[in-house]
């Protein structure tokens, strides 16, 4: 059947619903039918725009597009499910809840509305008719949705459930030292429920929570709150994470605390029995209550923080009791068959037997010009020859542009004077340096393979990063895409500037273009958000050293919405690269030292394809092309390709260049925590000194905040301050390590320490230098956005800082 999934959309809102819609379309596609998202924009207030919205969504005839009929529309939200549909069937996630039991409770921002009573009547007269007029049951995604359906329509409905987004990730671990509480951060998640529990305990567990608030200020909050209650060092504030260090910290907490007030359904539950965890809850958290019962699969308390306290001393002074209940959990996720499977058997039915495989992750689209699966090669070669045509075949490089005006490297550098020096001279054709069109020739597959990737974007603008002269694609560029605007990142030391144009007026379009002097690891690139519609940084990512996940903010925050990045990198787990691996060589496509070019004229990490995704995940991108082409080498190792063809390998992704195409979807979500010991995302500040009482040696020092995280006082990574000592020789003498700050610093703020130097007239001096530091991890300074601070300082001084000033893990 062709069905169409119904959802309501809230720009630049991707939550649950999203998730749960998209594996619901997946999961039909998988069992045999055509199903798409349908998806229709909503704004519930004020009163009057959320009834234009009412009449828009009914004014929507869903039945047949483009001459061809949509078999079934499965509703999942209001108000998109009333669109018109002759063959409707109702999956609730949850109804219009300002309406129904926010109403009652009296939370609801409809009642604040002066035609919120009419506008109340108006959805449940809605919600009646489109829900007594389907020819199908009713279903909802959990039991506490079906209750309040019939507690205020008094209509029945089957709770279905589904599987939570990660569920073939999570794992099981050993049962930690520590609770974990994660998920979104908003008031209906009840957090100060749990600081308060926490600090209603007699022992000093630790407790880790992952998410950030919707509104920065309740985030500020929840600090402040922590550190009254005298429990912010035990706490870790992780922020937006990684799926990775999600699914960690299920895998390896004591138990999962989830206390939300009447939630409809609860994916966190669901991951915690998945990971093997206890979960506590409380007695009015709503969908939990459908998959835990107290003392069995977690502890279900009242809502109140000496039971929930007394919840945590008996889960963590009983591992267990934690481990018992944990897998109880598991087994009880596993009898109620929470699978997609039995999702679409219920719904509508298999609709054969033929089983399309789902994506292999999320964002990710099959590579353009190649098979899903490679083509069988003749059966009269032998299997080692057949695997070389086969892994040939998939990592084949594309054919180049139709229109573009050139067939080779030659040909772009006759066409182009790229060199201004010679024509102010007189020389308006310079001979073509051979040495220079060959090694540029060697680049022409991957700039062919380039544009390709480009085939269908339009482009109006475009940032290269790591471009260097003589700027051929660039070239190349101008002539794909007519008036295209051009700038540039190199290392410098200057900016650069160029104009290029043809060497016959005329024969093919010019250009100009400014290389800004920037480190596109380190430094806020010069660009102001939303310049550009294409960044390109073409294999500059295995030269960074310190911070990719910098690059890739940064290219997000200059972006325009919908703007895309185009990245090209070796590929260090290629055919070759397994070759070399498996004959004792280190794998890397270029693996030698380049001493004239510094840190950054070597290699300092190549890639895996799957890398790529990761970093651009976090960073707020949706993939759309990820593949590998072989570009400078066409041989290949036919034991390599035998082997790889035998373990069943994806081919396309072994070439030794990976292509990696991404349209910017949102803001950066996270740091991918895979890739880094420690949190740059926090190591940017500064410290300089606010004021000297010269009678007492009392210095105030500002610190800042220049990063977008908070900056915490205690727990892992927080931000502390190394003191070094230097005597008048010059020579280091003392180094400690203190925590002088004494509340969470927010992002582009600052705070203020206070330390008692010399005072004024002090002969017997040496050097005090301060580093921002990153609790077990290390100075800032090393991120190269976060300098040091020097004053005059006597050892008497520094001995009286030392003393006086807290050690890190110190300060509640």
């Known amino acids: 059947m062709r069905i169409g999934v119904l959802r309501t959309q809230v720009p630049f809102v991707h939550g649950g619903a999203e998730r749960h819609a998209a594996n619901l379309v997946a999961a039909l596609n998988q069992y045999g039918h055509e199903a798409t ?114 507690t205020y329509l008094d209509l029945d409905a089957t709770p279905l459930y589904h599987p939570p987004p990660n569920a073939e990730r999570l794992w099981q671990g050993d049962y930690g030292d520590y609770l974990f509480a994660p998920g979104r951060i908003n008031p209906s998640k009840r957090l100060e429920l749990i600081l308060r529990g926490l600090a209603a305990t007699r022992s000093k567990i630790p407790l880790v929570i992952a998410g950030v ?186 054919s180049a542009p139709e229109d573009l005006p ?67 694609f660039q070239a190349l560029l101008a002539n794909q895409f007519p008036g295209i605007r051009m700038a540039g990142l190199w290392e410098g030391p200057d900016p650069y500037v160029q104009t290029v144009r043809s060497v016959q007026e005329g024969a093919f379009p010019g250009f100009d273009i400014r290389l800004e002097a920037v480190n596109s690891e380190r430094d806020p690139w010069p660009y102001p958000d939303d310049s550009f519609e294409l960044v390109t940084g073409m294999e500059i990512l295995e030269h960074l050293a310190l911070d990719p996940y910098f690059f890739f903010s940064e290219a997000n925050r200059v972006l325009k919405p919908g703007g895309h990045i185009l990245l090209t990198t070796p590929n260090i787990v290629s055919h070759r690269g397994v070759s070399k691996m498996l004959n004792g060589i280190a794998p890397y496509s270029f693996g030698i030292f380049v001493p004239s070019g510094g840190v950054y004229g070597r290699h300092n990490r190549e890639h895996g394809p799957k890398d790529l995704p990761d970093l651009g995940q976090a960073a707020g991108f949706e993939t759309v092309l990820i593949r590998t082409v072989d570009v400078y080498d066409r041989t290949i190792d036919p034991k390599i ?33 895979r890739f880094y010991h420690g949190d740059p995302t926090r190591m940017t500040g500064t410290l300089s000194v606010a004021s000297v009482e010269s009678a007492t040696g009392l210095t105030r020092i500002t610190v800042q905040n220049g990063s977008n995280q908070w900056w915490s006082v205690g727990g892992d ?16 003498r003392h180094q400690h390590l203190m925590q002088p700050i004494t509340a969470p610093i927010a992002p582009h703020s600052a705070g203020e320490i ?24 290390g100075t800032m300074t090393g991120s190269g956005r976060a300098p040091t601070l020097t004053l005059p300082c006597s050892q008497d001084a520094f001995l009286r800082v030392v003393k006086s000033t807290p050690l890190p893990g110190d300060v509640t």
Not at 652 to 660: A, D, M, N, P, V
Not at 723 to 728: P, R, S, V
């Open 37 to 150: 998202e349908i998806t229709l924009p909503f704004k519930w207030y004020p009163g009057e725009v959320l009834a234009d919205h009412i009449l828009a969504a009914r004014m929507h005839d869903l039945s047949e597009f483009e001459g061809v009929p949509v078999d079934m529309a499965i509703g999942l939200k209001f108000p998109a499910w009333l669109a018109h549909h002759p063959n409707k069937l109702y999956w609730i996630l949850h109804q219009h809840r300002a309406a129904y039991d926010l109403w009652s409770t009296g939370d609801a921002d409809l009642m604040h509305d002066p035609d919120g009573d009419a506008l109340r009547a108006l959805i449940h007269a809605e919600d009646r008719a489109a829900f007594t007029a389907s020819p199908h049951p009713i279903y909802a995604n959990s039991g506490n949705v079906a209750g309040r359906l019939k």
């Open 213 to 398: 608030a919707e509104n920065p200020g309740y985030q500020q909050d929840l600090h402040a709150l922590a550190l009254e209650l005298g429990i912010a060092n035990r706490i870790t504030w992780l922020g937006r994470v990684d799926d990775e260090t999600l699914l960690r910290h299920y895998a390896e907490a004591r138990a999962v605390v989830f206390v939300p007030q009447d939630e409809d359904y609860g994916y966190i539950t669901l991951e915690a029995m998945l990971s093997g965890r206890p979960v506590i809850t409380c007695t009015d958290s709503g969908g939990p209550l459908e998959f835990i019962t107290d003392g069995i699969e977690g502890r279900v308390t009242a809502p109140k923080p000496a039971d929930l306290g007394q919840a945590f001393e008996e889960v963590m002074s009983d591992p267990t009791g934690a481990e018992r209940m944990g897998q109880a959990g598991l087994a009880r996720y596993t009898d109620m068959q929470i699978t997609w499977e039995h999702v679409v058997d219920t719904l509508v039915g298999r609709s054969d037997q033929q089983v399309h495989p789902l994506p292999v992750e999320e964002g990710t689209s099959a590579p353009e010009d190649t098979a899903t699966a490679p083509a069988e090669a003749p059966p009269e070669l032998s299997p080692q020859e057949q695997a070389v045509q086969t892994l040939t075949a998939a990592i084949a490089p594309p």
């Open 406 to 472: 050139f067939a080779n490297i030659e040909e772009v550098l006759a066409a182009y004077a790229f060199d201004e020096l010679p024509g102010l001279l007189g020389d308006h054709a310079p001979p073509i340096d051979t040495g220079l069109a060959n090694y540029l020739g060697t680049h022409w597959t991957r700039y062919m393979t380039t544009l390709r990737a480009l085939d269908g974007i339009p482009v109006t603008s475009a940032l290269d990063v790591g471009v260097f002269p003589p700027l051929v």
């Open 641 to 673: 390709a035998e082997m790889l063809v035998e373990r069943g390998d994806d081919l396309t992704l072994r070439g030794e260049t990976i292509f990696y195409l991404a349209q910017k979807a949102s803001a950066p979500k996270g740091l991918p925590k």
């Open 717 to 732: 990574h927080a931000t502390c301050i190394l003191a070094e000592w230097i005597d008048g020789a010059g020579d280091l």
């Open 754 to 777: 206070a330390l008692r130097l010399d005072p004024e007239g002090i002969q017997d001096q040496g050097t005090l230098r301060l580093h921002l530091y990153q609790s077990g991890v």
